[in-house]
């Protein structure tokens, strides 16, 4: 299968021969910062939403109307049916596809002719899930099985996607069955009966129709000067490499992660977005350095309903760390910021601190810590805001409380990054484009138009 893209004809600006153009949209902290309403409020103005990594661990909430829905796996440009691409670098449950296929029918949302499928992405089998409960690594996953499925990914033992298309499919599966239940039994942990096995087949061959090579398929497209919102799961803190390891998730959330889970080159960026709260919040383990304190944090928790789609754990709150951010700017490129969940903190605290550095051992850190035993120990330098009352129905940033502007001012001073979007609530229309500040090479958002309904 493979999805008919708009028929475009390849541009020659600036002398090349094609326009690559590409923009990432990313969670700059440690997840949870409100991906899914951004892509959504975004993705009218592109062709193609691809996500290029994470599982079925990560949830994307987007409120229309009053009504909530929440994405696990498609991009949330689908319910702006824009063609939605699951790439190469996710691990894909096929009972939780075929579970968001079945919500979204139910919704009036179409499918067939607008998801495709990565043939290589790997599949999490139902036994993924008994070996991460076997290995016992407890770092406070969400136990769906999707470190074992990047593991057997990197071991070159994996089911893919395409698998699914081949006639020794049974054969592969069955592989897989027998290596998993060889650990299990070493580990003491029983075995994975067979007929889970078929349960998983038959699940895996209704995604059959989806299935084909999306990396050509969105080469193709940009050679057309088709416009791909690319998006990430997760936040930049949690990527495998980069962020707080071991307490991280097994793929690479940071905007590199585009190209490699894609199949696009890295000419084809032509920006990067970064979303960050108002705050911060994490869930599971791993140290999180502006804690706050249990008071202030129930506070938070309870206005800003700070609890996991997925999973429904709640969230640990913290103040905004503008060192942890400095370094996602850094090492993903981030060209523009997005806030969200800047009214959660309204009418809440009449001063709010804001982090601007970390100090270790007595001396004032230069460089994000790569070792968590250190992020254990450093302790948070911070500098006093004052808090700002509710948000209310504003719909001009000029409205917005002068407090809270001038937060934002410390924010781009500090990181040398403009704020061009803010949410102020999680509906659709509760979002505010800034029309005072001008980020080149984004010209779009400047006619950003989050009620318009566009054709696919």
Not at 164 to 170: A, K, M, N, S, T
Not at 356 to 377: C, F, I, N, W
Not at 428 to 451: C, F, P, S, Y
């Amino acid at each position: 299968m493979r999805p008919k893209l708009p028929a475009k004809e390849p541009g020659t600006p600036n002398g090349r021969i094609f326009r690559m153009s590409c923009t990432v949209v990313l969670g700059s902290q440690w997840g949870d910062e409100g991906k899914g309403k951004i892509v959504d409020s975004f993705a009218g103005q592109f062709d193609i939403v691809a996500r290029y990594q994470g599982a079925h661990n990560a949830g994307h909430t987007v409120w229309i109307g009053g009504e909530k829905t929440v994405l696990h796996l498609i991009p949330s440009g689908i319910l702006r049916q824009r063609y939605c691409v699951l790439g190469n670098g996710m691990v894909i449950s096929p009972l939780a596809f075929n579970l968001e296929l079945a919500m979204l029918a139910k919704k009036g949302i179409p499918t067939r002719e607008t998801v495709a499928v990565s043939n290589r992405a790997h599949l999490i089998a139902p036994w993924h899930a008994r070996l991460e409960e076997a290995r016992a690594t407890k770092i406070g996953t969400t136990g769906r099985g999707v470190g074992p499925a990047y593991a057997d990914k990197a071991d070159r033992i994996g089911i893919r996607a395409g698998d699914i298309l081949q006639p020794d499919f049974g054969k592969i599966v069955n592989a897989s069955l027998r290596e998993t239940n060889r650990e299990l039994m070493e580990r003491g942990h029983g075995t994975v009966l067979s007929n889970i096995a078929d349960q998983f087949m038959d699940e895996a061959e209704n995604m059959a129709p989806f299935v084909c090579d999306t990396g050509e398929l969105l080469r193709s497209a940009l050679r057309k000067n088709c416009e791909l919102l690319a998006e990430s799961a997760q936040g930049t803190m949690l990527d495998i490499d980069h962020g707080t390891y071991p307490f991280v998730t097994s793929s690479n959330t940071t905007a590199g992660g585009a190209c490699t889970g894609l199949g696009i080159s890295t000419f084809s960026i032509s920006h990067v977005v970064g979303i960050c709260k108002a705050y911060v919040t994490r869930v599971g383990g791993g140290k999180l350095p502006t804690e706050m304190e249990e008071t202030a944090g129930d506070k938070v928790v309870e206005a800003g309903q700070e609890f996991g789609a997925s999973t429904g754990r709640r969230r640990r709150p913290g103040w905004l760390d503008l060192f942890q951010l400095k370094y996602a700017v850094e090492i993903n490129g981030i060209q523009t910021l997005v806030m969200t969940k800047a009214d959660v903190l309204g009418g809440l605290f009449k001063t709010i601190p804001l982090c601007a550095g970390y100090r270790y051992g007595g001396k004032l850190l230069d460089e994000y810590p790569s070792k968590h035993s250190v992020l254990e120990q450093v302790e948070p330098v911070y500098t006093e805001h004052a808090g700002w009352p509710e948000f209310g129905d504003c719909r001009e940033y000029k409205d917005l409380p002068q407090a809270f502007r001038n937060y934002v001012r410390k924010v781009e001073d500090y990181l040398q990054v403009q704020v061009k979007v803010v949410s102020t609530g999680p509906g659709r229309e509760q979002t505010i484009v800034r029309r005072d500040a001008h980020v080149a090479g984004l010209t779009w958002m400047d006619d950003l138009d989050l009620n318009r309904e566009s054709a696919a």
